[in-house]
Protein backbone atom coordinates (compact mmCIF):
# COMPACT_ATOMS: atom_id res chain seq x y z
CA UNK A 1 0.00 0.00 0.00
CA UNK A 2 1.08 3.28 -1.15
CA UNK A 3 1.05 6.76 0.74
CA UNK A 4 -2.21 8.18 -1.48
CA UNK A 5 -4.01 4.11 -0.96
CA UNK A 6 -3.31 5.11 2.99
CA UNK A 7 -4.59 8.87 2.82
CA UNK A 8 -7.52 7.58 1.20
CA UNK A 9 -8.73 4.62 3.20
CA UNK A 10 -7.87 6.24 6.52
CA UNK A 11 -9.66 9.54 5.16
CA UNK A 12 -12.65 7.33 4.01
CA UNK A 13 -12.61 5.71 7.61
CA UNK A 14 -12.59 9.27 9.57
CA UNK A 15 -15.54 10.09 7.41
CA UNK A 16 -15.95 13.78 7.93
CA UNK A 17 -18.68 14.47 5.55
CA UNK A 18 -20.67 11.80 7.25
CA UNK A 19 -19.67 13.13 11.23
CA UNK A 20 -21.05 16.78 9.86
CA UNK A 21 -24.43 16.67 11.06
CA UNK A 22 -22.73 15.55 14.89
CA UNK A 23 -20.13 17.87 15.15
CA UNK A 24 -22.52 20.71 14.11
CA UNK A 25 -25.19 19.45 16.71
CA UNK A 26 -22.98 19.14 19.67
CA UNK A 27 -21.27 22.04 18.93
CA UNK A 28 -24.71 24.17 18.69
CA UNK A 29 -25.24 24.82 21.57
CA UNK A 30 -21.74 26.53 22.36
CA UNK A 31 -20.97 30.35 22.22
CA UNK A 32 -20.11 30.84 18.54
CA UNK A 33 -17.03 32.49 20.05
CA UNK A 34 -15.75 29.32 21.47
CA UNK A 35 -16.94 26.83 19.23
CA UNK A 36 -13.74 27.49 16.91
CA UNK A 37 -11.69 27.05 19.76
CA UNK A 38 -13.41 23.80 20.87
CA UNK A 39 -13.29 22.50 17.82
CA UNK A 40 -9.16 22.44 16.80
CA UNK A 41 -8.65 21.63 20.51
CA UNK A 42 -10.66 18.15 20.02
CA UNK A 43 -9.15 17.61 16.25
CA UNK A 44 -5.77 17.83 17.73
CA UNK A 45 -6.61 15.82 20.94
CA UNK A 46 -8.18 13.22 18.40
CA UNK A 47 -4.22 13.76 16.32
CA UNK A 48 -2.37 12.72 18.89
CA UNK A 49 -4.49 9.57 20.57
CA UNK A 50 -4.17 8.62 16.82
CA UNK A 51 -0.36 8.99 16.71
CA UNK A 52 0.01 7.41 20.05
CA UNK A 53 -1.70 3.89 18.54
CA UNK A 54 0.08 4.13 14.99
CA UNK A 55 3.60 4.26 16.76
CA UNK A 56 2.17 1.97 19.96
CA UNK A 57 0.19 -0.20 17.74
CA UNK A 58 3.62 -2.62 16.97
CA UNK A 59 4.41 -3.01 20.81
CA UNK A 60 0.84 -3.78 21.46
CA UNK A 61 0.53 -6.38 18.87
CA UNK A 62 3.72 -8.18 20.07
CA UNK A 63 2.11 -8.03 23.37
CA UNK A 64 -0.60 -9.56 22.53
CA UNK A 65 0.84 -11.99 20.63
CA UNK A 66 -1.05 -11.40 17.19
CA UNK A 67 0.10 -12.37 13.99
CA UNK A 68 -0.57 -10.14 10.94
CA UNK A 69 -2.77 -12.41 8.93
CA UNK A 70 -5.31 -12.45 12.04
CA UNK A 71 -5.19 -8.34 12.45
CA UNK A 72 -5.67 -8.19 8.94
CA UNK A 73 -8.72 -9.85 8.46
CA UNK A 74 -10.42 -8.48 11.79
CA UNK A 75 -9.53 -5.56 10.23
CA UNK A 76 -11.14 -6.30 6.94
CA UNK A 77 -14.44 -6.72 8.90
CA UNK A 78 -14.47 -3.89 11.20
CA UNK A 79 -14.09 -1.30 8.06
CA UNK A 80 -16.96 -3.95 6.85
CA UNK A 81 -18.77 -3.42 9.37
CA UNK A 82 -18.56 0.90 9.25
CA UNK A 83 -19.12 1.03 5.50
CA UNK A 84 -22.06 -0.99 6.04
CA UNK A 85 -23.20 2.00 8.66
CA UNK A 86 -22.67 4.47 5.84
CA UNK A 87 -24.17 2.87 2.92
CA UNK A 88 -27.65 1.80 5.44
CA UNK A 89 -27.61 4.59 8.33
CA UNK A 90 -29.59 3.95 11.20
CA UNK A 91 -31.85 5.80 12.79
CA UNK A 92 -30.73 7.72 15.97
CA UNK A 93 -27.52 10.15 17.25
CA UNK A 94 -25.18 10.81 18.65
CA UNK A 95 -26.06 10.53 22.60
CA UNK A 96 -25.91 14.91 23.23
CA UNK A 97 -24.54 16.87 25.89
CA UNK A 98 -26.86 19.28 28.32
CA UNK A 99 -27.33 22.39 26.05
CA UNK A 100 -24.23 24.96 26.87
CA UNK A 101 -21.44 22.22 27.93
CA UNK A 102 -18.84 22.32 26.26
CA UNK A 103 -17.44 18.65 25.09
CA UNK A 104 -14.23 17.64 25.71
CA UNK A 105 -12.23 14.48 24.33
CA UNK A 106 -15.56 12.70 24.43
CA UNK A 107 -17.53 12.50 22.06
CA UNK A 108 -15.60 14.77 19.23
CA UNK A 109 -12.47 13.60 19.56
CA UNK A 110 -13.27 9.83 20.68
CA UNK A 111 -15.28 8.04 19.03
CA UNK A 112 -16.21 10.52 16.44
CA UNK A 113 -12.58 11.63 15.00
CA UNK A 114 -10.42 8.61 16.31
CA UNK A 115 -12.61 5.76 16.54
CA UNK A 116 -12.21 2.22 17.05
CA UNK A 117 -12.00 1.77 13.11
CA UNK A 118 -9.09 4.09 12.69
CA UNK A 119 -7.24 3.11 15.80
CA UNK A 120 -7.49 -0.59 14.58
CA UNK A 121 -6.63 0.26 11.18
CA UNK A 122 -3.64 2.30 12.05
CA UNK A 123 -2.24 -0.51 14.75
CA UNK A 124 -2.29 -2.73 11.34
CA UNK A 125 -0.51 -0.28 9.41
CA UNK A 126 1.79 -0.21 11.82
CA UNK A 127 2.17 -4.13 12.26
CA UNK A 128 2.09 -4.66 8.56
CA UNK A 129 5.34 -2.52 7.85
CA UNK A 130 7.04 -1.10 10.57
CA UNK A 131 9.90 0.36 7.93
CA UNK A 132 7.20 2.38 6.46
CA UNK A 133 6.34 4.58 9.60
CA UNK A 134 6.98 7.92 8.09
CA UNK A 135 5.05 7.02 5.47
CA UNK A 136 2.21 6.32 7.11
CA UNK A 137 2.44 9.35 9.72
CA UNK A 138 2.30 11.41 6.59
CA UNK A 139 -0.86 9.57 5.46
CA UNK A 140 -2.21 10.10 9.20
CA UNK A 141 -1.50 13.60 8.99
CA UNK A 142 -2.73 14.60 5.19
CA UNK A 143 -6.17 12.49 6.25
CA UNK A 144 -6.53 14.06 9.05
CA UNK A 145 -5.63 17.55 7.67
CA UNK A 146 -8.45 17.12 4.94
CA UNK A 147 -11.08 15.75 7.90
CA UNK A 148 -10.16 18.90 10.09
CA UNK A 149 -10.40 21.22 7.11
CA UNK A 150 -13.94 20.14 5.75
CA UNK A 151 -15.08 20.03 10.00
CA UNK A 152 -13.90 23.31 10.23
CA UNK A 153 -15.90 24.67 7.46
CA UNK A 154 -18.67 22.54 8.57
CA UNK A 155 -21.30 25.44 7.35
CA UNK A 156 -20.00 25.47 4.31
CA UNK A 157 -19.98 22.52 3.07
CA UNK A 158 -23.54 21.43 4.75
CA UNK A 159 -24.75 24.67 2.61
CA UNK A 160 -23.36 23.60 -0.80
CA UNK A 161 -23.53 19.78 -0.33
CA UNK A 162 -27.13 19.95 1.83
CA UNK A 163 -28.77 16.97 3.66
CA UNK A 164 -28.97 15.29 0.56
CA UNK A 165 -25.76 15.27 -0.91
CA UNK A 166 -24.21 14.53 2.35
CA UNK A 167 -25.79 11.82 2.44
CA UNK A 168 -24.80 10.45 -1.11
CA UNK A 169 -21.15 11.12 -0.77
CA UNK A 170 -21.28 9.34 2.76
CA UNK A 171 -22.76 6.57 0.83
CA UNK A 172 -20.27 6.52 -2.03
CA UNK A 173 -17.77 6.69 0.27
CA UNK A 174 -18.78 3.86 1.88
CA UNK A 175 -18.89 1.66 -0.96
CA UNK A 176 -15.08 2.18 -1.95
CA UNK A 177 -14.85 1.18 2.15
CA UNK A 178 -16.57 -1.44 1.39
CA UNK A 179 -14.01 -2.51 -1.45
CA UNK A 180 -10.98 -2.15 0.48
CA UNK A 181 -12.14 -4.37 3.63
CA UNK A 182 -13.05 -6.66 1.40
CA UNK A 183 -9.32 -6.52 0.23
CA UNK A 184 -7.80 -6.22 3.23
CA UNK A 185 -10.10 -9.56 4.09
CA UNK A 186 -8.84 -11.64 1.06
CA UNK A 187 -5.21 -10.44 1.66
CA UNK A 188 -5.28 -11.91 5.22
CA UNK A 189 -6.49 -15.27 4.00
CA UNK A 190 -4.33 -15.37 1.43
CA UNK A 191 -1.60 -14.73 4.03
CA UNK A 192 -2.97 -17.20 6.12
CA UNK A 193 -3.67 -19.76 3.45
CA UNK A 194 0.20 -19.03 2.51
CA UNK A 195 1.77 -19.65 5.99
CA UNK A 196 -0.10 -23.01 6.97
CA UNK A 197 0.52 -24.58 3.32
Not at 40 to 54: D, H, N, P, V, Y
Not at 93 to 106: C, R, S
Amino acid sequence: MDILSATVMLFLIMDPLGNLPIFASILRHIDPKKRRRVLIRELLISLGIMLIFLYAGEAMLGFLGLRTESVSIAGGIILFLIAIRMIFPQPGGVVGLAAGEEPFIVPLAIPLMAGPSILATLILLAHTDSSRMTDWTIALIISWGLSAIILLFNGLFTKVLGEKGLSAVERLMGMVLVMISVQMFLDGIAKYLGTTA
